[in-house]
């Protein structure tokens, strides 16, 4: 009798029950360039100041080395999602891969800003194809609830944990090499992976009808991009009225307020087609199911307080304690060890237990660990605070991230898998555009008000003292009001997610496979 199990050459739309043989190599593959996408947005902002130096850019247009990225990026994930699903989930992502490689590479050359910010910007096109292909195939390939449950353990972990091994990695390749080779570095593992995935990575596509909802794709992807840069432009006129002493919040930035506005009515206007259209680019039922519904808003508000974590403990070490750009790195790491402690055993309890409980406790965690650095000072010891909150911040992180994205993805369906990812991976960048447009306001807003006070108590507003003071102050004040919305999404985990272990998969389901 034959195997009826799938080979990475299958040809049609067989399908199969049994699992695919080499699912747990071919999850290597693809975990390797899901690290790739994420180490891109750590990496590249630690070599921000060597980027500016080497290239003369001006601080006003900094900020689009990091911004021409994400706008592609958080537009087109939906729109990638439903490629994946209908043109082929294996073949979306060697292509993602290729044209992240080729990206990368141009912004290694960039002999100027206008060249930089192109390459900036195809990486976040390609991510958008690489990112949700990638997290599709691991839905189709694990189909037992056990083995998926380790896969998205995997999954997780790169997710906490990868951030924090950027800014190592970046703080490295900026102080011993060229920062270039932060861009130069994604070139060979794109290749080793697509050589890799090639034999070992099986082709999937979505039964059924597959026809591209184009005025959706239009809508949904000018939308996210207004949102996100709205949010963005939101952060930086807090940071420039900062930097010239005004007291204005980014809240009155008028084309600001302007974007998110536009974006919000597009996205508005996404939502009323998709329930009108005969196959819709994100089928509501995905969002409006409970279960699922509750997973993203989680996930918006992970995303929301997750970057408060990095991008303002990253300038703590940096220009509070005088750390170098590798020690800053290396002072990052407890939040990847709680990770991967904490994934490891989430992979264990997720079929035993639930979701929910494991959502809930990891959202407490998290919020305890950023509430922990909230107290944070000018000379505090690394080891008092800084250590065991990041610590607390890594293992509240696995223990959500794991069952987040299984609760997100499980039930979707082989139609949409692809979709779904897309959303999970939209709404973790929307929450962490609007985080860092929030927190940075709030962070700005402390550092005005300290200084205003020291100088009412007497205290010369020159001192070096005063103004380190006040940064931390910022600092902490973004930390605390991050612990508040991982607690916002512990209890949204708690309140709307009904989900129970026997509602998971416990055995194979069927994959569809085609050549």
């Not at 009808?209 to 930086?236: N, Q």
């Not at 911040?393 to 994205?405: A, I, K, Q, R, Y």
């Amino acid at each position: 009798m034959s195997d009826p199990s799938p080979t990475s050459a299958d040809v049609g739309t067989t399908p199969y029950s049994e699992p695919y043989p080499k699912r747990w190599l071919a999850l290597a593959v693809v975990a390797v360039t899901v690290l790739m996408v994420i180490l891109d947005a750590t990496i590249v902002n630690i070599a921000l100041p060597a980027v500016s130096t080497d290239l003369d850019i001006s601080p006003a247009s900094q900020q689009w080395i990091v911004t021409a990225y994400t706008l592609t990026f958080g537009g087109f994930l939906l729109l990638g999602g439903r490629i994946a699903d209908f043109w082929g989930r294996k073949r979306t992502y060697l292509v993602g891969a290729a044209g992240f490689a080729v990206a990368s590479a141009l912004g290694g050359f960039a002999p100027n800003e206008e060249l930089l910010f192109a390459a900036r910007a195809l990486q976040g096109a390609f991510g958008a194809l690489l990112a949700p292909a990638s997290l599709a195939l691991i839905t189709v390939l694990f189909t037992d609830a056990k083995e998926r449950a380790k896969a998205f353990a995997v999954y997780g972990a790169i997710a906490g944990g990868g951030s924090a091994v950027g800014l190592l990695l970046g703080g490295v390749l900026t102080e011993y090499a060229d920062w270039r080779w932060c861009f130069w570095v994604n070139v060979p593992v794109a290749i080793i992976a697509i050589v890799a995935a090639i034999p070992v990575v099986p082709e999937s596509k979505a039964p059924g009808e597959t026809s591209y909802d184009i005025p959706g794709a239009v809508l949904i992807t000018l939308g996210l991009a207004s949102f996100v840069y709205g949010f963005t432009r939101v952060a930086e006129a807090a940071q420039t009225n900062a930097d010239t002493g005004s007291t204005e919040s980014g809240w009155t930035n008028g084309p600001a307020l302007t974007f998110i506005a536009v974006g919000v009515v597009l996205v508005a206007a996404f939502v009323v087609l998709e329930l009108r259209v005969r196959n819709p680019l994100l089928p509501m039922r995905l969002v409006l199911d409970r279960n699922r519904g509750g997973a993203f808003l989680t996930s918006t508000l992970v995303g929301a307080g997750l970057i408060g974590a990095f991008f303002f403990l990253s300038l703590y070490f940096q220009q509070v304690l005088l750390y170098t750009p590798v020690a800053a790195g290396f002072a990052s790491l407890p939040t990847t060890l709680g990770v991967l402690i904490s994934a490891g055993a989430a992979s264990g309890l997720v079929p035993r237990v639930g979701p929910k409980p494991l959502m809930v406790l990891g959202g407490l965690l998290a919020a305890a660990g950023l509430f922990t650095m909230s107290f944070l000072g000018v000379d505090t010891s690394f080891w008092a605070l800084a250590f065991p909150g990041q610590l607390l911040l890594g293992l509240g992180l696995g223990f959500t991230f794991v069952p987040l994205s299984n609760l997100a993805l499980v039930g979707a369906g082989e139609h949409d898998a692809g979709a779904a990812s897309a959303l999970l991976n939209a709404t973790q960048q929307v929450g962490a555009s609007i985080g860092t447009a929030l927190l940075a306001t709030l962070s700005v807003g402390a550092i005005t008000a300290a200084v205003t006070d020291a100088v009412a108590a007497g205290q010369d507003p020159a001192d070096p003292g005063v103004g380190l003071a006040a940064q931390v102050e910022g600092y902490t004040t973004a930390f605390t009001w991050a612990s508040v919305l991982l607690v916002v999404g512990a209890l949204v985990s708690a309140v709307l997610i009904k989900a129970t272990k026997e509602d998971l998969p416990t055995g194979p389901e069927t994959i569809v496979h085609a050549g």
